[in-house]
């Protein structure tokens, strides 16, 4: 505590430890003056959010800010209402982390979150505190936003669905609402996880393969299409497919990219060459970007007159015809429609490439260790290696696949993922780079 610093997509700490109330006002008086009117504030259902978003406004409006109170509403339906609101937001998140972490993103207000410019000069102002204004704001509830939202959505994308689908919205801030646009498509729906509790008592707020047994095991038992989790405020969605098997993220990916007819295509780094294959095999365009940044990406390159079509990172799906923000509810309706228009998920994944990814996570001792580790790994793979690709951490290229090893923007961790066509190179590359990440944390040779 004691000074607001962005990571990777917002701010993140353990509540009471790393992040606090002082840090909450400071951030929404910092908000105030750089919006210049009124703020739109929201939280998912976490337990310290009452609080912290409290602290946020108390803020705010102590720096002349008027303070909308959205309430507790999932995440792209706060920046489809900072879009049509025309105003600066702050939600109070920490998306996928456990339950004892918080945090904040800083909506603009065309809906996406802001730029790292802009991070950087929160980060100024909040520097000095609370800065008092000598016409304070004042407190308004804001009703009506999911309604509305839901009502957008269902015009955008709500073709007739005759599918079974079984949702797990974790407890989190898409209870209620997910089950309502599925329903009000035509689907049959079944919900598990399905009343809001901050403390996700039902799984760990991260839609990970081992985080989604029940749901696996209830499609199949039941025999639905297909089964969809999301995470603690929505912006995340996962794909089961009808034999409760986890849908690896590139096909997810490829999915909505042959549902949108994508041509410009923004992915993160570790993505894959799945959805790289697929998209510049109808003569479209990827390009490769960090992980958490891609909403700034595609901020730049639409400045420049490059418009991307589709921007996607695991788990997280971003139709800018829908609006610049990341919306795992959109992206479940696109899904489900492109399966049923295939006549299965089998079907609707016909022809695309196989490949075999492993992700892992590794708990950092020390400071950054990306660099060290996949120095040594290079060195390790010798002839193997065909460069190092350094947009986001490192991601050593080989001949067979790649490894990316990053440092964690969220958690004090170590992120090691890797690919290839072949199930155990994928293992074998992936349990190489925990090697090289433990000896580079371990001191060896430095």
């Known amino acids: 505590m004691g000074r607001i610093r962005f990571g990777t997509a917002g701010i993140r700490g353990r509540f009471g430890t790393e992040i606090g109330l002082a840090d909450a006002a400071a951030l929404g008086s910092a908000v105030a003056r750089l ?200 912006d995340r969605v996962a794909v089961v497919d009808d034999r409760g098997n986890f849908v690896a993220h590139y096909k997810v990916a490829i999915l909505v990219a042959r549902a949108a007819g994508a041509e410009r295509v923004i992915s993160s780094v570790d993505v894959g060459e799945g959805l790289a294959e697929e998209v510049r095999g109808r003569g479209g365009e990827v390009v490769e970007w960090k992980i958490g940044d891609l909403p700034s990406e595609f901020r730049r390159r639409e400045g420049s007159g490059w418009r991307a079509d589709l921007v996607v990172e695991p788990w997280k799906v971003m139709l800018p015809s829908w609006g610049p923000f990341f919306d795992g509810a959109a992206a479940a309706l696109v899904i489900a429609g492109e399966i049923e228009r295939a006549g299965g998920l089998e079907e609707a994944l016909e022809g695309v490439p196989e490949y075999h990814q492993v992700r892992i996570s590794i708990p950092r001792v020390g400071g950054p260790v990306a660099e060290r580790a996949a120095a040594r790994l290079a060195s390790e793979l010798g002839e193997l290696v065909l460069g190092v690709d350094r947009t986001d951490g490192a991601k050593v290229l080989t001949r067979d696949g790649w490894i990316l090893i990053r440092d964690s923007g969220t958690e004090p961790k170590v992120r090691v993922y890797s690919e290839s066509k072949s199930r155990r190179r994928a293992v074998e590359l992936a349990d190489m780079g925990r090697g090289a990440v433990l000896a580079a944390m371990g001191g060896e040779g430095d």
């Open 35 to 234: 919006a210049e009117g009124a703020v739109l504030l929201g939280a998912d259902h976490r337990i310290s959010g009452p609080s912290l978003a409290a602290a946020a406004a108390a803020g705010a409006m102590a720096s002349g800010a008027d303070v909308g109170w959205a309430g507790n509403i999932p995440l792209p339906a706060f920046c489809w209402a900072c879009r049509h609101r025309g105003k600066v937001g702050i939600y109070v998140t920490a998306s996928h982390n456990p339950p004892e972490y918080n945090g904040f993103k800083v909506v603009w207000a065309d809906g996406g979150e802001i730029p790292r410019d802009l991070e950087v000069e929160i980060e100024r102002l909040a520097l000095d505190g609370v800065v008092y204004s000598g016409d304070p704001g004042g407190l308004e509830v804001v009703r009506g936003i999911e309604e509305g939202y839901v009502e957008d959505l269902l015009r955008k994308f709500g073709r007739q669905l005759r599918g079974s689908y079984v949702l797990d919205p974790a407890n989190g801030a898409m209870c209620g609402l997910v089950d309502e646009v599925f329903s009000r498509a035509g689907a049959s729906t079944i919900v598990i996880n399905g009343h809001p509790d901050g403390r996700f008592p039902g799984r760990p707020p991260e839609p990970s393969p081992e985080n989604l047994s029940l749901l696996s095991s209830l499609v199949r038992r039941i025999g639905a299409d297909a089964g969809f989790a999301w995470d603690g405020d929505g």
